[in-house]
Structure formats: C-alpha cells, structure tokens
C-alpha cells in the first residue's frame, strides 16, 4: 500500500507499490506482440536532459526543437513549467520518433521511456528532509511485456541500473532539488517571470548559453575560469550550472557570488 501522507498523481493511482527488494517480470522486444504499440497516444513528459539530449539527436537548437515537437499544458493548478512530446497529428498519433523496427532514437529515449513499466512519485518537499522517491509497477491490459514466457524478474533498483536511469538521475539531481524545494510548501507558485526563467534555463539550454555568454551575466558573477570554459562547450555541466543558478534566481541561495560593485538586481 501507498503512503496515506503522500497525495499521488492521478496516473499512478490504485498502482502496485513496489518494496525495496520487491520484484516484477517484464520483457519489451520485436517478438512481443504488442510492440510499438505503446509508443502512440500517450502522454511522454520530457526531462531537461531528454530535451537535451533529444535536440542534439535531431541536430536543432533546443528552441526549435521544443517549437517542433513539444506542447506546454496550461492548467490553472500548475505550478512548474511541463514539456510534452507530441504525437504526430495523424489517426494513430504516435510518437514522432517510432518507426517499424521501434524507437529510432532508442539511445536518447526519454526518462519516461527508459522507466515504463515503472512509476515514480517523490514526496512533498518538507524541511530538512531529502525526498526518498517511492516506486509502482504498471501492469496495463494493453502491454503483454509481463506476460511473456521470457519475461525476467527485476527490482526497482536493478531495472533502473539496466536502462541507465542511475546516471541520468545523478545528472538531474539537481532538477529535483528544484521542483521538490522547500519553498513550494504550502502552495506558494512562481510568478509567469520565474516559471520563464525556470523554463528556460531547464529545457531551452541553448538559449541559456546564448544568455550566459552574450549579456552581461559573467560581469555580474564570480565564476572560475574552468567553469567558464567548461559551461562554454560542455552541454551537461551547463545543465548542471542552470540548476545552480536558478537556486539563486528563484530562491535567493547563496549558490552564486555577485562580484563587487554588481548591482543585485534581476539579471532577467
């Protein structure tokens, strides 16, 4: 059973949770017959990093990239940027990067992908406490991955390990720290400036850079000469930068030194 504590997000409800040494069987290749047909009509959210990683497969800017093939849901509840991936605008209304043989961009699939058929919900941010994340195991009609003769037996942990979420998460750690800060207890929001800002220096990384190197940020900032080359040419280490400097932005954390004499105004 769940946490009764923990308000779980509607598409994880009535879910199996899964113990920390608990175990599900599945499998996913050619020869099951319901493959691909998972990768249609549905709902992907996409990481910073799948935006990332997704734009440098395609070879777009990230602005593009998001333009083409993402949406944003507007609901009055919500509280932090979200990036979809859309379907294509046709009958089936599958995914834009699933042919016949399945995923053609299977190396930089996003999060969502690489986790299916896990769940994973992390508890509200509470001070002082770090959100240990709590695992489900969808068992679909529709998916017969779990059915298969073939089919092997995984925990949370070693299934992660398999689809190389492990490192991904590591790199995004500090995505989280932002979305699960204890500022949002008890339903503060961002203003539509800072939802931009967030938005921005998450999904759209090359404008970030664009911002970074062609404005006056690094008169205003004390920044190691390495970092600033690293930032320059190293895609994930200026995700990582991002996250720091909207800790700042969004926060007021002593996670940035302003140089002497800089005035501390917005620097968006």
Known sequence: MSDPEIHLPAYLAGKRQLAADESFEFTCHPGVPCFNQCCADVNIILTPLDVLQLARR???????FLDTYTGNPITKDLQLPVVLLKMR???????????????????????????????MAIPPARAGVEPEPIFFVFEDDHCQGRLQPDAVAWTAERWRADQRLVERDEIEAGFRELVSHPWFIGGRQLDPKRMHMLYTACYDLDSFREFVFESTFLERFELDDDLVADIKTNDVALLRFAFRW???????????????????????
Not at 98 to 114: I, M
Not at 247 to 265: Q, Y
């Open 58 to 64: 395609t070879g777009l800017h990230t602005r593009l």
């Open 89 to 119: 605008d046709d009958e089936g209304k599958k995914c834009p990067f699933v042919g016949e043989e399945g995923c053609t961009v299977y190396q930089d699939r996003p999060w969502a992908c690489r986790m299916y058929p896990l769940g």
């Open 246 to 268: 909207l800790r700042f932005a969004l926060f007021k954390e002593p996670t940035m030194k302003v140089r002497e004499g800089a005035a501390e105004r917005s620097v968006q």
